[in-house]
């Protein structure tokens, strides 16, 4: 009983050590043609959104719209029965490599989000990532609201025309507001795309961020991390061995306290994990952090996994598992030096 419960340990072990963290997209290359857009959404969202899909569209750039609800519906013009859905919620975001400019329109959901910590963490977060943040009429308060600007309102918060008023955010004036005015009539909608459009398209054919060598690393990483995991689905140990330190010093730590010291005594578990009675069924990682040094040659991370496997036909499952490890650049590949697995005590 002991050597089966052994056997699933390491099974599981080994299943994680290959189970790579996936919770982060992988990031996607820079792209010199059509920006990728994402559009801030909420409940009671203003109806310049539809000029702005539109034009958005127009110009052949992609959009996505963003949000902390599933779905949600307009104000005033339009009526309260038009419903939009989220194609991605904040909460889930981990990544925002691919995206070019976050754009936050008018609209009375600024009220909710303004009182919202997590809307503001994530406008913060595209800007930190290097996204381009750029807002009109009462768009600016959030861009405010977030600690991006320290603007008087006024002229300085709402410009007579879209304003770069500090790197990567820009500030456009006031639509028509509420009945009785116009609303969206005077949205400076094109005005606003016009001038991320000139913001971005100098830098089309050459990295439209400053943080692009980290994140082609990043993306890199991810994929290492991912790999250690995934190779366990056709049991490649080549692309194992090939993404773990083959060194003395490699160091892995098991939830049990068993510790497996360098690559010699790593490579001892193979004979569990190439029997035909280890199946590796699935994993999945959430949470996925990754830290990349400003040596640009380490990186350290964290992830929960959930690592599914079977031993002779059996679960041997490591759930909400904690992970972490660190990374080093090796001849132009991620290798893993050191990782840690273990399970929270209350669990």
Not at 24 to 50: H, I, M, N, Q
Not at 99 to 122: A, H, M, T, W
Not at 320 to 336: A, I, M, P, Q, S
Request: hydrophobic share 40%.
């Amino acid at each position: 009983m002991k050597a089966l419960c052994r056997i699933s340990l390491i099974i599981t072990l080994a299943a994680n050590i290959l189970a790579g963290p996936g919770g982060t997209p992988a990031r996607e290359e820079e792209k010199s043609g059509p920006l990728s857009v994402l559009v801030l959404l909420g409940e009671w969202f203003g109806d310049a959104y539809f000029p702005l899909q539109e034009e958005i569209e127009s110009r052949g750039w992609t959009m996505k719209r963003v949000g902390v609800d599933v779905e949600y519906r307009g104000c005033y013009n339009k009526k309260r029965d038009v419903v939009l859905r989220s194609d991605l919620l904040i909460p889930d975001m981990k990544d925002l490599a691919g995206y070019d400019c976050l754009i936050i329109p008018s609209g009375p959901q600024f009220r909710k989000f303004k009182e919202n910590p997590i809307v503001l963490q994530f406008i913060r977060d595209a800007h930190s990532a290097g996204l381009l943040v750029a807002s009109f009429c009462t768009g600016n308060y959030l861009v405010k609201a977030a600690g991006l600007v320290d603007l008087a309102e006024g002229p300085a918060l709402f410009p007579d025309k879209v304003t770069l008023v500090k790197e990567r955010i820009l500030l456009g004036p006031r639509g028509g507001g509420p009945p009785p005015g116009d609303g969206y009539e005077s949205a400076p909608i094109r005005e606003t795309c016009d001038a991320v459009a000139r913001e971005l398209g100098t830098r089309t054919s050459s990295p439209s961020r400053p943080d692009k060598a980290a994140s082609d690393e990043l993306g890199l990483i991810e994929r290492s991390i991912r790999d250690s995991i995934g190779w366990a689905k056709t049991k490649d140990f080549r692309l194992l061995y090939g993404i773990i330190a083959n060194d003395p010093d490699f160091l892995e730590v098991h939830p049990d306290g068993n510790v497996v010291k360098g690559f010699e005594d790593f490579k001892k578990a193979e004979k569990f994990w190439g029997s035909p009675d280890f199946k590796a069924v699935r994993y999945e990682i959430r949470d996925l952090k990754i830290k990349l040094s400003k040596s640009g040659d380490v990186a350290w991370f964290f992830c929960i996994l959930d690592d599914i496997n079977e031993w002779k036909g059996q679960p041997a499952n490591w759930e909400n598992t904690r992970w972490t490890g660190v990374l080093e650049k090796r001849d132009g590949r991620w290798v893993t030096v050191q990782q840690h697995f273990s399970f929270a005590s209350d669990k």
